[in-house]
């Protein structure tokens, strides 16, 4: 038992001066973050112009996906339009005119709907960059603040 408690002591003992070998921040170090704290700061705003510029992107490559997608829908409705007027049976008629009037109002939507994402203007994120251009150059201010007193080396 009292070579237990010596043991855990000695531990103890040898814990506590691996503890105050421990080195000290020099200016170099200080420095040293100072140069990855801006450098990180340049690659946040090179990311984030990126995102801005990818969802201006993102706005124009999904309108013209859903333009595309109703102008094959339109085209694909004017053709049975074409197929349905040209029922000649008396019975089978009334109800291909019924159809086809059914179909030429979805067209009529469909042509609504292309006017309306024809009209949609890209999106512009220009007002979000010029923010985050503030908050990095804020940001940086404040990191110049925390390392002005120190001393050159």
């Known amino acids: 038992m009292n070579r237990d408690v010596c043991f855990v002591g000695l531990v103890f003992i040898l814990s506590l001066g691996l503890h ?3 080195s000290n921040i020099t200016a ?3 420095r040293k973050q100072q140069s990855k704290a801006i450098n990180d700061l340049v690659s946040a705003k090179e990311e984030m112009k990126k995102l801005t ?3 201006e992107q993102y ?3 999904h309108r013209d996906a859903q333009m595309k997608e109703l102008e094959s829908r339109q085209k694909q409705i004017n053709g049975d339009i074409k197929k349905l007027k040209g029922v000649e049976t008396i019975g089978a008629q009334a109800g291909a005119e019924n159809i086809a009037n059914d179909l030429e109002s979805q067209d009529t939507q469909i042509q609504r709907d292309l006017n309306n994402l024809e ?3 890209r999106e ?3 007002a979000m960059r010029d923010s ?3 908050q990095i150059a804020t940001l940086e201010t404040q990191i110049w603040s925390v ?3 120190m001393p050159a080396e």
């Open 59 to 61: 706005s124009v490559d």
């Open 28 to 30: 170099a170090d200080l």
């Open 124 to 126: 512009d994120w220009s």
């Open 132 to 134: 985050i251009d503030r």
């Open 53 to 55: 510029e990818m969802k």
């Open 20 to 22: 105050s070998c421990k």
């Open 147 to 149: 390392t002005r007193n």
């Open 119 to 121: 009209k949609m203007q």
